[in-house]
């Protein structure tokens, strides 16, 4: 059950975008539109902020987009904010016994 | 609003036992299915497993197979997670989380958490 592959860590200036990947195989990203995308503050519980590659939950602030080619998934954050500051997760489902899987993860700085 | 409460978590000896229980209110519990997510201390979510809206279908990653058992009460509106064979691996902030209905699709997107509860696994 390997985890999706995340970059460790992403940095930006306020104002400026980011883009955070997260790779996995043909057998999860690369195989349909179910990647979902969470933000996590230290101490709190995960957020969700993508679902099914591009879709935004009510609420979301329309600075958080995200994007898929063959077997890599992206989220950007667009405006860079202090409160973008966070760890962020992709998640993937795959045809499997074990049919959900995580990312890595990534920490944002806000520099 | 809907509210999703964990219980259960705490310090057990490696090889012991523990149950996670997950309240929630606010949504049709009945209507959906649900998971259980861990995170270990500074480290990364994992997936743990997930169970059907009747209970009739259940999915558990292969670190805890065999040995943690997902269950729920739809009259009680509880989920709850049968921790076995506990090792020092398993120690870790356990969340529930709702999935965002989408009929048709895996729902495998998650709209509500839990705050957590923490498990400790040590002699």
């Known amino acids: 059950q390997s985890a999706l592959t995340q970059p460790a860590s992403v940095s930006g200036s306020p104002g400026q975008s980011i883009t955070i990947s997260c790779t996995g195989t043909?057998?999860?990203?690369?195989?349909?539109?179910?990647v979902s995308w969470y933000q996590q503050h230290p101490g709190k519980a995960p957020k969700l902020m993508i679902y099914?590659?591009?879709n935004r939950p009510s609420g979301v602030s329309s600075r958080f987009s995200g994007s898929k080619s063959d077997n890599t998934a992206s989220l950007t954050i667009s405006g860079l904010q202090a409160e973008d500051e966070a760890d962020y997760y992709c998640?993937?489902?795959?045809?499997?016994?074990?049919?959900?899987?995580f990312g890595t993860g990534t920490r944002v700085t806000v520099l | 609003q809907v509210q999703l409460v964990e219980s259960g978590g705490g310090v057990v000896q490696p090889g012991g036992s523990l149950r996670l229980s997950c309240a929630a209110s606010?949504?049709?519990?009945?209507?959906?299915?649900m998971h259980w997510v861990r995170q270990a201390p500074d480290k990364g979510l994992e997936w743990v497993a997930v169970?059907?809206?009747?209970?009739?279908?259940?999915y558990y990653a292969d670190s805890v197979k065999g040995r943690f058992t997902v269950s729920r009460d739809n009259f009680k509106n509880m989920l709850y997670l049968q921790m076995n064979s506990l090792r020092r691996e398993d120690a870790a902030a356990y969340y529930c989380a709702r999935v965002l209905p989408k009929p048709g699709t895996p729902e495998c997107a998650f709209d509500y958490w839990g705050q957590g509860t923490l498990v400790t696994v040590s002699s």
């Open positions: 169970i059907s809206v009747d209970g009739g279908e259940k």
């Open positions: 998640s993937s489902w795959r045809r499997s016994s074990t049919p959900y899987v």
């Open positions: 043909r057998s999860d990203v690369g195989d349909h539109n179910f």
């Open positions: 099914e590659v591009t």
């Open positions: 606010g949504f049709t519990f009945s209507a959906y299915a």
